[in-house]
């Protein structure tokens, strides 16, 4: 079940706190060589998320758990594999860790590689269509199985009553567990930092970047 963050109100708020919840924050990733508004917004971005999961703690209860994709390892070295990513999503969870929240890591080192690698061939301009088709063939293999293990470690990590973070792209095809209410969180800045984004590359001819879900 997903709830849209403006619409739980104070008679669902305590049928919400009980029951296992995600928040889902859509990941955004620094742009290089984008114009400095472009991290301005997505500074903005991370500040109104804080904003709105704090709001959303004090109706249905604190964070106990993060899950952030691209994360992989053992948990004790999850922060670390976070700053390496230079992602910007790090300082707000290194917030939310001093808060007493832990770093899980829903992600498998072998698959995810697997899958980062089957989409690097799919970007290397194949002309040999059998070519083509065995290796979606396997991107799509890898894709599903990555999914199927972050659904799984999802269900076993987040226990009862316990509230958590995924931090993930929107683009994900995961399928949640049917017993935890996932709340979309998406603040006014998610929508204007992906105009901005399209606007500056539409006048630069660029393709958008896509997550290896999206291809």
Partial sequence: MTEELGRIEKPLA???????????????????????????????????VEAQVASLEARLGEVNKIFHE??????????????????SSYHFVQKRLEKGAKLQVIEDRELLTE???????????????KVLTRILEFYDQAVKARNELISKKLNEMLGENETALLLMSEGHQVQFPQDITVIYVSPPALDQLKRLIRDIQSKSGERPQETPEQK
């Fill in 70 to 87: 691209l994360v992989t390892g053992e948990a004790s070295e999850a922060l670390e594999s976070l700053k390496q990513l230079e992602v």
């Fill in 115 to 129: 899958l980062m690698d089957w989409s690097r061939c799919l970007s290397a301009g194949l002309q040999n269509r």
């Fill in 14 to 48: 305590d049928d919400f706190r009980r029951g296992r919840k995600l928040f889902f924050i859509p990941l955004v990733f620094r742009e290089s060589e984008m114009p400095a508004e472009v991290n301005d917004k997505i500074k903005l971005y991370w500040e109104q």
